[in-house]
Each structure stands twice: as structure tokens, then as C-alpha cells.
T-cell receptor, first 113, second 111 residues
Framework: NAGVTQTPKFQVLKTGQSMTLQCAQDMNHNSMYWYRQDPGMGLRLIYYSASEGTTDKGEVPNGYNVSRLNKREFSLRLESAAPSQTSVYFCASTSGQGPDTQYFGPGTRLTVL | GQSLEQPSEVTAVEGAIVQINCTYQTSGFYGLSWYQQHDGGAPTFLSYNALDGLEETGRFSSFLSRSDSYGYLLLQELQMKDSASYFC????????????FGKGTRLHILP
């Protein structure tokens, strides 16, 4: 099992450009999450999806859109990137049942110039 | 809304015991989790408490008091490899999959 995978690992964008961060999990988990991590700010929830076909806003959803393509995949889109979106982005998944064990992907390090 | 408070930094000596506290405010409560993150890495799951009391997993233990909205992570026999950031996380309501993290505690270990 690969667990949670994310692509790309690194990305540099110019202000105004768009891009999609990809996330996939092979653990048959119901719930998937996107977090961003900035120094001293911990992990802040952007969007989450409790099941295929559903998505909900987290703490910091502005400037982002998501798609739960199927049970395995959950993508995060930046339509018009801004320097304030420079961050490390983590995707995570959990079964949604029993103890809250979240499994994280390796992260995408995004810089917006 | 939800909020979690934990100290930003803690320093301890190799071989000693350290406790990292977490207080939370939520509209409901389902469980408190702890994660470890080394520099440049992804968070990894350590422990979970849904009921009051102590959960032990090797050198790590986690405690929860729901009446006090408080929990802590206890690390024993500290090793240099335990130098990392530690996060508490809470699911707000049972059936709601929204999981929120604290800002993290940076643990420094002195030889």
C-alpha cells in the first residue's frame, strides 16, 4: 500500500496562475482533508470531504476549490494564486469510523511569486 | 467555533519525562488525537483519547479529562529523536468529519 500520495512535491507559481494539487489514497478511506501549514500556525483545515460526492469548508477555504473525484482522489485547485498562498499543503485521510487516525501525504511545497 | 491551545515550545533533557498540554473549546466533542511531526516531514499519528483517562503506547501516553476540556501527551525516557513538533487535534462533533489542529508544540531535547 502506498498510503496517501500527493503530486507535485514542489511547485513555483507566479501571481495569478492556476494549478491543481492532486491527492490519492489506497486505504479505502471515506474521509479526506486538505490542510495548509505555515510557520507558527500549525495545520489549518482548508476543505474536507466526508464521502464521495460531498465537500465542506474548513477554517480557511477562501481562494481554493476542491473536487472529490471518487473515493480515492481529492484535488485542491488554486484558481488565481496569490503570494499569501505560499505554504506547505498536506492531504490526509481517515476511515471515518472508530479512532481518529489521520494518515498524511508527504506534502506539496508551493511558492507563489 | 473550535480552538485548541498548547504551548509553543517545551525544552527537556534526554532521558527525562516531559508533558505537553492541550486545552480545547468545541461545540461538541468526539475525541482528542496527538500527532508528531519532524522537520520537513508529514505529521504521523501517535495517540487518541475518546474517554477520560490515560492511554499508554510504549514511551508515549496520552490523558484526557472531558470535564476540564483538557488533555496532555506524556513522553518518557526522552531520546534525541523525539525532537519534533507535537500537535493535538479534535473532532468537533460525532458524525462530523471536521478535524482541527492546534498550532503545535516544538519539543527541544538537550543532551
Amino acid at each position: 500500500n502506498a498510503g496517501v500520495t500527493q503530486t507535485p512535491k514542489f511547485q513555483v507559481l507566479k501571481t495569478g496562475q492556476s494549478m491543481t494539487l492532486q491527492c490519492a489514497q489506497d486505504m479505502n478511506h471515506n474521509s479526506m482533508y486538505w490542510y495548509r501549514q505555515d510557520p507558527g500556525m500549525g495545520l489549518r483545515l482548508i476543505y474536507y470531504s466526508a464521502s464521495e460526492g460531498t465537500t465542506d469548508k474548513g477554517e480557511v477555504p477562501n481562494g481554493y476549490n476542491v473536487s472529490r473525484l471518487n473515493k480515492r482522489e481529492f484535488s485542491l485547485r488554486l484558481e488565481s494564486a496569490a503570494p499569501s498562498q505560499t505554504s506547505v499543503y498536506f492531504c490526509a485521510s481517515t476511515s471515518g469510523q472508530g479512532p481518529d487516525t489521520q494518515y498524511f501525504g508527504p506534502g506539496t511545497r508551493l511558492t507563489v511569486l | 467555533g473550535q480552538s485548541l491551545e498548547q504551548p509553543s515550545e517545551v525544552t527537556a533533557v534526554e532521558g527525562a519525562i516531559v508533558q505537553i498540554n492541550c486545552t480545547y473549546q468545541t461545540s461538541g466533542f468526539y475525541g482528542l488525537s496527538w500527532y508528531q511531526q519532524h522537520d520537513g516531514g508529514a505529521p504521523t499519528f501517535l495517540s487518541y483519547n475518546a474517554l477520560d483517562g490515560l492511554e499508554e503506547t510504549g514511551r508515549f501516553s496520552s490523558f484526557l479529562s472531558r470535564s476540564d476540556s483538557y488533555g496532555y501527551l506524556l513522553l518518557q525516557e526522552l531520546q534525541m529523536k523525539d525532537s519534533a513538533s507535537y500537535f493535538c487535534a479534535v473532532r468537533d462533533r460525532k458524525g462530523d468529519d471536521k478535524i482541527i489542529f492546534g498550532k503545535g508544540t516544538r519539543l527541544h531535547i538537550l543532551p
